[in-house]
């Protein structure tokens, strides 16, 4: 219960103001949730407490930390609460913007999860408004891929080179085996890169 106050506190605090909007933490970030992903939770703590200290008000780490905090409670429905909690916020005021973070999150929580359905909308929200995420496009091509629709993929892929030609590397050592990633289980597909 401690986690769940804590975590609400860091969401209000991160979607009500007074942070700047740097992302200068985000590599320690995604390392983090990738290790959360894989079950490893002490391990994407160690490494989100170092993007933290990196970048106090980095609302990311913020909104992550309250997000890890829900999962060492084995609770991913109180994670996405939190995260239908801050698109709920963008809804009711128009200058929060942080949406497009919680609908990538719940989408790789939906896909764990199996639910194709959600994951593939939430990911298709979170590119609509945040177009500049070259690893949330990469992730969805990954998705795509893995549900053997591959044109998609293709084009997907194509849009996180041209945002980050540092994507191509791992590009290039997943299109040849389209068949292998449609066996592989999804949760370790998102720790590919």
Same mark, same amino acid.
């Given at each position: ?42 391990? $994407?703590?160690?490494? %989100?407490? *170092?993007?933290?200290?990196?970048? =106090?008000?980095?609302? !990311? &780490? ?39 973070? $919680?609908?990538?999150? %719940?989408? *790789?929580?939906?896909?764990?999860? =199996?639910?194709?359905? !959600? &994951? ?39 849009? $996180? ?33």
């Amino acid at each position: 219960m401690l986690f769940k106050a804590i975590g609400r506190g860091l969401i209000k605090a991160a979607t009500t103001g007074g942070f700047k909007e740097g992302f200068s933490s985000i590599m320690g970030l995604e390392e983090s949730l990738r290790y959360l992903a894989a079950g490893k939770t002490s391990d $994407a703590k160690a490494t %989100l407490s *170092i993007a933290y200290s990196q970048d =106090g008000t980095n609302k !990311e &780490a913020i909104l992550a930390i309250a997000v890890i905090n829900q999962y060492y409670e084995h609770n991913n429905y109180a994670a996405e609460i939190i995260y239908q909690e801050i698109i709920q916020a963008e809804l009711a005021d128009d200058k929060n913007k942080w949406s497009w973070f $919680a609908h990538k999150h %719940l989408a *790789i929580i939906k896909a764990l999860e =199996g639910n194709d359905i !959600e &994951a593939d909308n939430n990911f298709k929200r979170a590119i609509f408004k945040n177009r500049s995420d070259a690893e949330l496009i990469y992730k969805y091509g990954l998705f795509c891929q893995i549900k053997g629709r591959n044109d998609e993929a293709t084009q997907y892929y194509r849009d $996180a080179i041209s945002l980050d030609p540092r994507y191509a590397a791992d590009v290039s050592m997943t299109s040849p085996n389209i068949e292998y990633l449609k066996r592989i289980n999804i949760e370790n597909t998102f720790q590919m890169n």
